[in-house]
C-alpha cells in the first residue's frame, strides 16, 4: 500500500511522542540517572546535554516556552544542584547555562540505557539490513527536521558516537546515530502543538495526548487519565473540561461511585482524532522525497520488523 512505510514510521514517531510525555519515561529517567525531575526539566537537562554553556535566551527558543519560565526552570534546576549558572563572558547581560558534571555523567547513563533498548531490537540482523535501516531513519529524520525547521535539533547522536566507542560495525554505528537523533528529536518536539494549530485547532498537545488515548482505550476517570499523564488530578480536569467544550469528551457519573466521574471520547472526538491521524499521514507523506516501488517496499519490511521489536510503543500508543 501506497502509505504503508508511512503509516509505520508514525507509529515509531507517535509511540516515542506519547511515551516522552508519560509518568513511565519519568520513572525511568528517575530510575537511570537518580534524578527526580519532572517532564518539563527533563526536557531541558536533555537539550544541554552533550553541549556547552547556553544562553537561557536560547533554552527558551528551542524548548517554545517564554524567557520568564525558562530562567524560574533554571533557577529551580541550580537550587537542585541539576546546572550550573555563570556571566556570558562576551556579554555580561546574558546567563550560560551548563549540566554539573553529575547531572552530564546521569544523562550519559541515561543516553546509553534508552538506546541500548534501540539497539537491542536489531539483535540478530544482518549488516546489510542494518545499513539499510540506518538509511531510511537518516531520511525519516531529515523530513522530520524539514517539516519542522523551528524544533531544537539536539547533537545528542554525536555524545551517543562518542560514548559508544570505537568497535561498533559501521552499519550499527549508522543505524545508532539515525535512532538517537530521531528518537531525542520527538522526544523535545511538540510536533502535535503544529499539526494541531495547521488544523486551526485551540487544542494543544496534553489535551490532544488525552482525548487520543480515550479513543484508543476507552471511557477512564478524572484520575486515572491523571495517572496516564502524569500531571496532578486539577490539570488533567482542566484539560478535560476544554474537550468536553469543543464536545470531544462527555462527563457521566461512575456507575459504582456517583461521586466519581467518567469521561468518554464523544463520535466528534474520535471524529477529530481521526482527522488529525489523516493530516499527519498525508502532511508526513508529502515531505518524503521520491521513491522507488522496490525501495519503498524493502524500508517498509524493514521498519515494521523493527517497529514490532519494540513492545514498549504497544504500551504508550
Avoid at 519515561?25 to 531541558?44: K, S, V
Avoid at 549540566?99 to 549488516?127: I, Y
Avoid at 489535551?207 to 502524569?230: C, D, I, K, N, W
Amino acid at each position: 500500500m501506497v502509505h504503508e512505510l508511512e503509516r509505520t514510521a508514525l507509529a515509531w514517531i507517535n509511540g516515542i511522542a506519547v511515551l516522552a510525555n508519560s509518568p513511565l519515561h519519568t520513572d525511568q529517567f528517575a530510575t537511570a540517572t537518580g534524578m527526580a525531575l519532572g517532564q518539563a526539566d527533563i526536557r531541558m537537562v536533555e537539550f544541554l546535554s552533550g553541549q556547552g554553556p547556553v544562553p537561557i535566551s536560547r533554552i527558551a527558543d528551542a524548548l517554545a516556552i517564554d524567557l520568564a519560565q525558562a530562567s524560574r526552570q533554571v533557577a529551580r534546576l541550580v537550587t537542585g544542584g541539576r546546572v550550573l549558572r555563570s556571566p556570558d563572558p562576551d556579554d555580561g547581560r546574558r546567563t550560560l547555562v551548563t549540566l554539573t558534571p553529575a547531572t552530564a555523567a546521569g544523562l550519559d547513563a541515561w543516553l546509553m540505557l534508552w538506546s541500548s533498548v534501540h539497539r537491542d531490537a536489531l539483535s540478530g540482523w544482518v549488516a546489510e539490513d542494518v545499513a539499510e535501516l540506518a538509511e531510511c531513519l537518516t531520511l525519516l529524520v531529515s523530513c522530520l527536521h524539514r517539516a519542522l525547521p523551528d524544533q531544537p535539533v539536539l547533537s545528542i547522536d554525536d555524545r551517543w558516537d562518542a560514548l559508544v566507542g570505537r568497535d561498533l560495525p559501521p552499519a550499527e554505528r549508522a543505524a545508532g546515530r539515525a535512532i538517537v537523533a530521531g528518537v531525542t528529536w520527538i522526544g523535545q518536539s511538540q510536533g502535535f502543538d503544529d499539526l494541531l494549530a495547521y488544523l486551526g485547532s485551540p487544542i494543544r498537545q496534553p489535551a490532544f495526548l488525552a482525548l487520543r488515548s480515550l479513543v484508543a482505550h476507552g471511557p477512564m476517570t478524572v484520575s486515572e487519565v491523571a495517572r496516564e499523564q502524569g500531571v496532578d488530578r486539577s490539570l488533567a480536569s482542566r484539560r478535560l473540561t476544554f474537550l468536553a467544550e469543543w464536545q470531544y469528551v462527555t462527563h457521566t457519573p461512575a456507575p459504582d461511585d456517583r461521586r466519581r466521574r467518567v469521561v468518554a471520547p464523544t463520535d466528534a472526538g474520535a471524529e477529530f482524532v481521526r482527522l488529525v491521524a489523516d493530516t499527519q499521514l498525508q502532511l508526513f507523506h508529502s515531505t518524503l522525497p521520491g521513491l522507488t516501488a522496490a525501495r519503498r517496499r524493502r524500508w517498509t519490511v524493514l521498519m515494521q520488523r523493527y517497529v514490532a521489536a519494540l513492545d514498549f510503543l504497544d504500551r504508550s500508543r
